[in-house]
C-alpha cells in the first residue's frame, strides 16, 4: 500500500486549528504537503487530459470569469488518490477533534478537479462554490503562484489575499460546515507563474456533475 502521510506536514490537532477559523474567516491557507509530496502530484497531472474551462459560466448579470484548463473526475490511481487518503484521514480525526463537530463523520471527497492557470491567466472572477458542495472545499497548490482573494461580493469588496504556492493549501467553508449555510465569495488572479491546482470537494447530490 502506498502511503502518502509522511508527505503532509500538517496533524489532526494542526488541522482542527486551523479548522477553528473558518466559520470566521471563510478560508484558510496552511503549508500542507512537503516538496517531494507535491512533485509527486505534479507529475501525476502531467498524464491527465486537460480541455479549456468554459470562459463564461452563470446566470446573467452573475457571470463568471474563468481562464484555465481542468481535468475532473478522471480514473485511475496515482499520487493524487494517495494524498486524498492521506489528507481525507487527517480531516476525519480532525473534524472529530472538534467540539462541536463541524461535519459529519465518516467524511470523504467525491468530486476532483485538477486546474492548470497558464501564466497570464485572468484567473476567475468573483464567486461562489455551487450550494452542493459542502464541509470543506480543499484547493492544493501543486506548482506556480497565483493570489486567492476571499471577499464580500462580486465587487471584490474587502478582499483579503492568500498566497496559493507549492504545498499551500486553501481550506474554504463548503455549505453546512459548522451549520453555516452562507458560502464565501472568493477569486483568483495575479498568476505569474503557471500554476497547477488539485480541488477535492463534497457534492451532497450527484457527483461528476460539474457545470465550470
Ligand atoms: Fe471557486
Do not use: W
Not at 468573483?126 to 506548482?143: G, N
Amino acid at each position: 500500500m502506498s502511503s502518502f502521510d509522511s508527505h503532509l506536514l500538517t496533524t489532526p490537532t494542526t488541522l482542527a486549528e486551523m479548522m477553528s477559523c473558518l466559520p470566521q474567516e471563510g478560508a484558510v491557507a496552511f503549508s500542507l504537503v512537503d516538496e517531494d509530496g507535491c512533485a509527486k502530484m505534479l507529475q501525476a497531472t502531467e498524464s491527465l487530459k486537460f480541455r479549456d474551462g468554459t470562459p463564461v459560466v452563470g446566470s446573467p448579470g452573475n457571470e463568471v470569469h474563468q481562464d484555465f484548463t481542468i481535468c475532473m473526475n478522471f480514473e485511475g490511481k496515482s499520487a493524487l488518490n494517495d494524498y486524498q487518503i492521506a489528507f481525507e484521514k487527517q480531516l476525519n480525526a480532525a473534524f472529530e477533534l472538534m467540539a462541536p463537530q463541524p461535519y459529519k463523520t465518516p467524511f470523504s471527497f467525491n468530486d476532483t478537479a485538477a486546474l492548470r492557470y497558464h501564466e497570464g491567466s485572468t484567473g476567475i472572477s468573483p464567486h461562489r462554490d455551487l450550494v452542493c458542495f459542502e464541509a470543506v472545499i480543499a484547493i492544493l497548490t501543486l506548482s506556480g503562484e497565483a493570489g486567492f482573494y476571499i471577499c464580500d461580493d462580486r465587487d471584490k469588496t474587502n478582499a483579503k489575499r492568500m498566497e496559493a504556492k507549492a504545498g499551500v493549501m486553501i481550506l474554504m467553508r463548503g455549505k453546512n460546515f459548522a451549520g453555516i449555510e452562507e458560502r464565501p465569495f472568493h477569486f483568483v488572479e495575479g498568476i505569474t507563474k503557471e500554476r497547477v491546482g488539485f480541488g477535492l470537494r463534497y457534492n451532497v447530490r450527484e457527483p461528476r456533475v460539474r457545470t465550470q
